[in-house]
């Protein structure tokens, strides 16, 4: 009886985050810590849940940007919540990793690059959104900042793509090269032309910078190719 | 009440409330989800071309309260530009309803056209970022000037400019939109139409701006295109355009994006965000003022083109809306899937072109969406855009939506997965400047079965 209510309450935890409710997914999380619940159950069986849902109700059109957006931060929230709470084990097995992410300079697009960063946090990335017009040197002191793993840069117009690739050849210059990966995508932007600027991944859609970037921290990462 | 540019631009700059850009879209997307249940706003899937006036109508008021809710947000200074009812009556009412562009024999007069009006549509012909070489843009042009049915002419500048990459903002971005002009304007003059209408999309405003010069570049009979950020949002480089365009005296195409799962929510969230940004493009772009004509490009939020049955949907409501709720002049920007070269290219325009025109649109095109190639088009696109949209002018909406299903049927399974097709040099002896055996092939195919499926369209074999 016991085992069925947890499980019932870790589905209310996944409706929760479907809702956008993040005082609702907040409450929800203290409880089942409290309960004794451990805490990579909580992230897997209940928040983890509903975002898959919400990530596939983006796909298929019964939920847009907006939801999308929300629900991150009603996950994010429950993980924060988690955080303290993690076992060193636990911290290892969920930790995806760091993304600072944003639009070059010159480039005021913003839809794109928002719908990524949003799918970045819904698999479970620590995501830093530096919005649009951002020059190099901002996203690099920002990945500094945070010690990110990767750095997301995307741009819309073909007048702005040479812009990823000064964000490289900033972080060769600096000596910085090997401390991040550089993730690029963006209405022009091909596989070929990632692997021209020395990229180390490519996503042609939000879905596939997901795969990258768990391949890119998982694996140390690849040249693109 | 904001009565002009300069005191839109100050409030943009300096004077509007500071808000955060994602509180603006999330009041947005709240303001949407309210209205498209007050109003009774919901997609039909298998409704290609809206033939529901009513719906059409609800539409427009729940876009024109939007825009009255949100008013337009300044990206760079994050200052909100709001407006009264007032001010959205009165800039409807400045509409003229005509708009002359171009010069000597290629002056046209481009007239509001209304759904299911037979007068002809005006047809702005173009390779849209198909990626045109220094090299071959003016044959690359010449091809498309040569069209006796395209009535004006959209034109980019090279991603390299003798040898040098082309960066926004950069005095290579204002060189390449000078050589631009330059070629284009030969192109147009090889072609016996030298006064024929001019679009620049330039980039940035410096680039466009560049381009103003009645010598060599853009004239007065003109026009720069005026960009809006999805959804409701402008920043300075786009006022400075419009600024610019004001004091040199030339035209404007204002043109916005409503996108399909963003901000502005499912397809029928979109619809009203497309009569928001037409408001928005009135008192922003100053498309208000007689020396404006609009676009409107439906975006979706898969990577493919605009011509699946929603985005036709969006496109459809929202343009009709637009078209009988005001005298604006409003071409559909085309947006394929496939490539040139190939027979689904071909149905795409067809069907973008039928659905564009029995709504009251005038026909902007052709843009694929993913050009993969250099010189990634032809002018036999244009003439193909031209003669569906012609014959699809004698058709009411119903006759035309089952002309669209049929040609929907066609290509919807290859739809995210479009062929890429073939550039220029592939599809065009360049010598002669006409289409290669195996293109015209595909085009008196895609024409035979146009007409086998109840298009009125001219037989040219």
């Known amino acids: 009886v016991q085992s069925d209510l947890i499980e019932k309450e870790l589905l209310q935890l996944a409706k929760g985050i479907e809702k956008e409710d993040s005082v609702a997914v907040k409450k929800m999380v203290i409880a089942l810590l409290e309960k004794g619940l451990r805490p990579g159950k909580i992230l897997e069986e209940g928040l983890v849940v509903g975002m898959k849902s919400v990530l596939k109700k983006f796909e298929t059109l019964e939920a847009f940007l907006p939801n999308l957006i929300l629900a991150s931060q009603a996950f994010q929230i429950g993980v924060e919540v988690l955080k303290p709470s993690f076992s060193e084990q636990e911290k290892n097995q969920f930790r995806k990793g760091t993304v600072v992410i944003g639009t070059v300079k010159g480039d005021i697009h913003d839809v794109g690059k928002t719908i990524v960063a949003s799918m970045l946090t819904a698999a479970g990335f620590e995501v830093y959104d530096l919005g649009v017009d951002v020059p190099s040197e901002t996203f690099l002191s920002r990945a500094l900042e945070v010690s990110a793993d990767i750095i997301a840069v995307s741009c819309l117009m073909t007048t702005t793509m040479q812009k990823q690739g000064e964000v490289i050849e900033d972080l060769e210059r600096l000596r910085l090269r090997d401390r991040f990966k550089v993730l690029v995508g963006g209405g022009p932007v091909t596989d070929h032309w990632a692997k021209q600027i020395g990229a180390d991944g490519y996503g042609e859609d939000g879905i596939e910078a997901i795969d990258v970037a768990i391949r890119l921290v998982s694996s140390g990462g690849k040249k693109v190719g | ?461």
């Open chain 2, 1 to 461: 009440l904001v009565n002009n540019f300069w005191e839109v631009s100050e409030i943009a700059v300096s004077k509007g409330p500071k808000v955060e850009i994602r509180d603006f879209d999330m009041a947005l997307y709240k303001k949407i989800t309210e209205l498209l249940d007050k109003y009774g706003i919901t997609f039909e899937e298998e409704t290609p071309i809206q033939t529901d006036d009513d719906l059409s109508d609800r539409v427009f008021q729940a876009g024109k309260e939007l825009y009255l809710s949100t008013g337009t947000y300044c990206m760079d200074t994050k200052r909100v530009v709001h407006f009264e009812q007032e001010e959205l009556d009165e800039a409807l009412f400045y509409l003229r309803g005509e708009i002359s562009v171009g010069c000597g024999t290629e002056q046209r007069l481009i007239r509001h056209r209304k759904p299911d009006e037979h007068s002809i549509p005006f047809i702005e012909g173009g390779v849209v970022g198909g990626n045109s070489t220094e090299e071959l843009q003016v044959q690359l042009y010449q091809s498309v000037a040569q069209e006796p049915l395209v009535d004006a002419i959209y034109f980019d500048p090279p991603a390299l400019i003798s040898g040098f990459r082309v960066e926004h903002g950069t005095p290579l971005e204002l060189m390449a939109a000078r050589i631009a002009c330059l070629n284009v304007r030969k192109a147009a003059s090889l072609a016996g139409r030298p006064g024929i209408h001019l679009l620049a999309g330039a980039g940035s405003a410096v680039a466009d701006m560049g381009c103003c010069d009645p010598e060599s570049g853009l004239r007065p009979t003109d026009a720069i295109c005026t960009h809006t950020t999805s959804e409701l949002k402008t920043d300075l480089d786009s006022l400075n355009k419009v600024a610019y365009t004001l004091h040199y005296g030339c035209l404007r195409q204002v043109w916005w994006a409503p996108v399909i799962g963003g901000f502005a929510g499912g397809p029928a969230g979109a619809a009203v965000a497309a009569v928001a940004g037409f408001f928005h493009s009135l008192l922003i772009g100053m498309a208000k003022l007689p020396s404006a004509y609009m676009g409107l490009r439906v975006t979706p939020y898969f990577r493919a083109g605009a011509t699946d049955p929603m985005c036709f949907w969006v496109l459809t409501t929202a343009g009709q809306a637009i078209t009988r709720n005001s005298r604006a002049i409003i071409q559909g920007s085309m947006n394929t899937s496939a490539g040139p070269g190939t027979l689904m290219m071909f149905y795409e325009i067809a069907a973008s072109a039928v659905t564009m025109v029995v709504s009251g649109m005038h026909i902007f095109g052709v843009r694929i969406h993913r050009p993969t190639r250099q010189n990634h088009g032809s002018g036999l696109e244009s003439r193909f855009m031209a003669e569906t949209a012609r014959a699809a002018a004698q058709l009411n909406r119903k006759e035309a939506k089952q002309i669209v299903l049929q040609l929907i049927d066609r290509y919807k399974e290859n739809h995210r997965n479009a062929p890429d097709g073939f550039s220029f040099p592939e599809l065009y002896d360049l010598k002669s400047l006409r289409p290669k055996k195996e293109y015209l092939k595909i085009y008196h195919q895609a024409k035979r079965d146009l007409i086998n499926m109840g298009l009125p369209l001219t037989p040219t074999e």
